[in-house]
């Protein structure tokens, strides 16, 4: 049974890094050609994809969040990692990593195969 959890801070200052891990569990994060995703939903807003990390390391971005987004992954430790730079409290969201078969840049559910959830709060 496949199954991924979100890991980090549920505050983080404005200005900071922001870094998420996602422990997969049930599957080699090598295995196949999966695209390892973040996705995020701010309160009262839509789901938001972040980027995506495939299994030799290619990355892809969400062009809306420039380059303040990082996606690396752990082999050893069968886990990926978000970063966000310089956040502000428009960051503030619920944070999912997520396991997709093809790269989807835009999200109207969650997606099947997801973490719970953490929520993530930018404030002073």
């Known amino acids: 049974q496949v199954q991924l959890q979100e890991s980090g801070p549920g505050l983080v200052k404005p200005s900071q890094t922001l870094s998420l891990t996602c422990t997969v569990s049930?599957?080699?994060?090598?295995?196949?050609?999966?695209?390892w995703t973040w996705i995020r939903q701010p309160p009262g807003k839509g789901l938001e994809w972040m980027g995506a990390i495939r299994k030799m390391g290619d990355t892809y971005y969400s062009p809306s969040l420039g380059s303040r987004t990082s996606i690396s992954r752990d082999t050893s430790k069968n886990q990926f990692t978000l970063q966000l730079r310089s956040v502000t409290p428009e960051d503030t969201a619920v944070y999912y990593c997520?396991?997709?078969?093809?790269?989807?840049?835009?999200?109207?559910?969650?997606?099947?195969?997801r973490g719970q959830g953490t929520r993530v709060t930018v404030s002073s």
């Open positions: 049930g599957v080699s994060i090598t295995t196949n050609n999966y695209y």
């Open positions: 997520a396991r997709e078969a093809a790269l989807v840049r835009n999200y109207y559910s969650l997606p099947i195969l």
